[in-house]
């Protein structure tokens, strides 16, 4: 599903985010990226969705090498991969229905399969009752889960998640590792960058763990080290 | 398509309604440079106006001493007839008609200098040249006739239709600079209007885009947004525009008729016209402003 081949990037002559970095990831797979701060992990997220591009090496996506991918097609590239952040990028002025109908509505689904998709990942996400409330009405790890409801509605083949349990108390963030750990069964590739060695010893998947830009190790059903 | 319509209008109105203040400034200076440009384009027809009168009407006068006999009139009339290249007619009134002129036209209210008037009073040429705008022509066929036997002067608008000339074109050129100048700025002031709008949204933008918004999507509500600004300014200005000239004709008409002005006004469907050169302006102001805005802004 997701492949690099020699990928590097650098910010500056003297900033090398990622060095030389090559894995693949199958198709359903769950794997978290784990390494201390500036190691290369949001990065290597950013160059998955397109965010950025390497200056060396392929990154490929559901087939395809997104590097050559020329602009126009980059949105629908995005279409098939979700994105979850750990402050939550909800938008204050939407309800919960409209935050998630919003991912939606901007590509153009007609109205009546929003009104039934999106009730439907607020069920999967344990939100059903609170569609109308608005994200300052509603805890961290609701908030979270609203966003892991708009990255999911489109039923992308892949989550990014990028620290999606940072801003959470531990217990609060193992709800949200067992609503990810769910959406991986459905068939959805799992990549998620954390620093919470908790979860990763909790979840024992497959770890990739990064140094200075550097994969390091490559573990199957890892821990945190 | 319905759904991505009622979107874009959505988020378009929304935007309008969220930088208010910023929207009203756009929208007040386009609607200054458009009235400009229009008050401009009227004023110039104005002259246009004023210009075809007084170069199409009475062109020049012949002046025939009071007494010449009909020979010597007719033998002016010649002379002037043989210029056949630059005088298209050269109609005679004799001094009835000269006397009934005066009575009615020239001096209706003024009954005693028509007394001091009248036993001296001379019949004259209304001499048409075949070029009327050219100033130069006039004057080399006022001095030419000044000279024929028993005229006593010769009187053209030269002068006059070179100051007004002079004046359309001072006038219309500064009038046309100030509203480039102006025209520009409002295009500025859209255009940060609808960066202002994108930095406000900057978020939305960027979970559109994350979850696969193409960029034309994400850009045509603001485009719309600067294009309403631009047309609200040309149809504030038109209206201003149309009321300001139909005041300034209704005005006119209670002028004296030897005003010199009564012409000087645009009753034809002119006005219409410019108005829909102003919106089609203004939509285009805006249509720039945005659209440069939209592309450039986009990674807010």
Known sequence: MIKLEN????????????????????????????GPSGSGKSTLLRLMNRQER????????????????????VPHLRRNIGNIFQDYKLLGNKTVFENVAFALEVIGRP??????QVPAVLDLVGLGGKQERFPHQLSGGEQQRVSIARAFVNRPLILLADEP??????????GIMRLLDRINKTGTTVVMATHDQRIVNMMRKRVIQFDRGVIVRDQARGVYE | MISRLRYTFREMWASLSRNLTLTIAAVITSMVALLMVGGSLLIQR?????????????????????????????????????QATVVESAVHCDEVCAEKYAREVAFPND???????????????????????????????????????????VRTPDDAVDLLGQLKDVIGVRIIVVSVVLLFASALLIWNTIRMAMFARRRE??????VGATNWFIRLPFMLEGLLQGIAGAAGASGVLLLANDNWTSGVKTFPVNSGLRSFVVTDGYPIWVCMGMILLGALVGAIGSATAASRFLDV
Request: proline share 5%; charged share 25%.
């Open chain 1, 165 to 174: 349990t940072g801003n959470l108390d531990p217990a609060t963030g193992e």
């Open chain 1, 54 to 73: 390497p200056e060396k090496g392929a990154v490929w996506v559901a087939g395809r090498n997104i590097n050559d991918m020329p602009d126009s097609k």
């Open chain 2, 205 to 210: 933008i960027e979970v559109m885009k994350l």
């Open chain 2, 46 to 82: 104005g002259f246009d106006n004023q210009l075809k009168l007084w170069t199409g009407g009475v062109e020049m006068i012949v002046y025939v001493k009071h007494g010449a006999t009909e020979e010597q009139i007719a033998l002016i009339q010649s002379e002037l007839l043989s």
């Open chain 2, 111 to 153: 009954p005693e200098f028509i007394k001091q008037l009248l036993p001296q009073i001379p019949s004259y040429f209304q001499v048409k040249p075949v070029d009327k705008d050219s100033s130069a022509v006039l004057r080399s066929l006022k001095t030419q006739f000044s000279q024929l036997p028993n005229v006593i002067e």
């Open chain 1, 7 to 34: 990928v590097t990037k650098t910010y500056t002559t003297e900033v090398t985010a990622l060095r030389d970095a090559n894995f693949d990831i199958a198709k359903g797979e769950f794997v978290f990226l784990v």
């Open chain 1, 111 to 116: 109205r009546h399969v929003i009104r039934q």
